[in-house]
């Protein structure tokens, strides 16, 4: 089994009683969680490196990292810090929102925060990272005839994929909303993976299109988030 990380911004949170305040994970924090994994002898990897992990062909001490929405801090805050460890990374972009920002949060009295440009995306492929779909809208998937969620699903992966030059295999969905029919129109789409917001460590028998995650909040402790990271100790836990 394989904790899949879900982080969100990496940055400084925004004022007290902000909404999703505690979805902003600060530089600091990450750059302390990511040493400490390196110091205990595990490599953080995006969804492309660590699947043959989590089907269970190799074996090792492996941490899926994983981003949503594809925010500028992360670019500038975390890619560094993955860089000097040698740690690869997923990205999920939201294709129409290149250099925009997270409008769909607006509503919700989420502040703006900005997303990377078209450069920034096509920088964080090149140093390494993998760029991921997280639809052309940040669409809610359920609420979407099917032809609309193709469009979305499918959409999103021809567009990525002629913008960065290379294959787009890792799906998203926005605020972790699926069901039967959006995981068959992400595989049929041609991606191989992609992951929802259910906590969990991701099982070599899972579907892989509807693989569990472990959230990081700007809250978690490095003890718990250690503690999140290595799976023998959670298993045994479960078995209890
Ligand atoms: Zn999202």
Not at 77 to 93: D, K, Q, S
Not at 123 to 143: F, I, K, P, Y
Request: contains cysteine; proline residues 5%; positive net charge.
């Amino acid at each position: 089994m394989v904790p899949i990380l879900m982080y969100h911004q990496i940055g400084e949170p925004g004022p007290k009683g902000t909404p999703y305040r505690s979805l902003t994970v600060h530089p600091s924090s990450f750059r302390r969680q990511m040493r400490w994994l390196h110091r205990l002898g595990y490599r953080g990897l995006s969804m492309r490196d660590i699947m043959p992990y989590v089907r269970g062909e190799r074996r090792g001490r492996v941490v899926g990292i994983t981003f949503d929405d594809g925010y500028r801090n992360v670019h500038q805050n975390a890619l560094p810090v993955l860089r000097e460890l040698g740690f690869t990374a997923t990205n999920y972009f939201v294709v129409r929102q290149l250099g925009g920002g997270n409008v769909w949060d607006y509503e919700g009295g989420v502040a703006h925060s900005d997303l990377m440009s078209l450069e920034e995306m096509r920088d964080w492929a090149a140093q390494g990272m993998e760029v991921g779909s997280h639809t052309l809208n940040h669409a809610r998937l359920t609420d979407l005839s099917a032809e609309q969620a193709r469009a979305e699903i499918t959409g999103s992966r021809l567009e990525l994929e002629s913008l960065i030059e290379a294959p787009v295999t890792a799906f998203c969905y926005p605020y972790g909303a699926e069901n039967a029919q959006a995981r068959e129109l992400v595989r049929l789409a041609g991606y191989t993976n992609a992951t929802t917001t259910q906590p969990g460590l991701a099982h070599a028998g899972d579907d892989p299109f509807g693989l569990p995650r472990v959230m990081v909040a700007r809250s978690t402790h490095i003890l718990r988030f250690l503690q999140k990271c290595m799976t023998q100790l959670e298993e045994k836990k479960r078995k209890k």
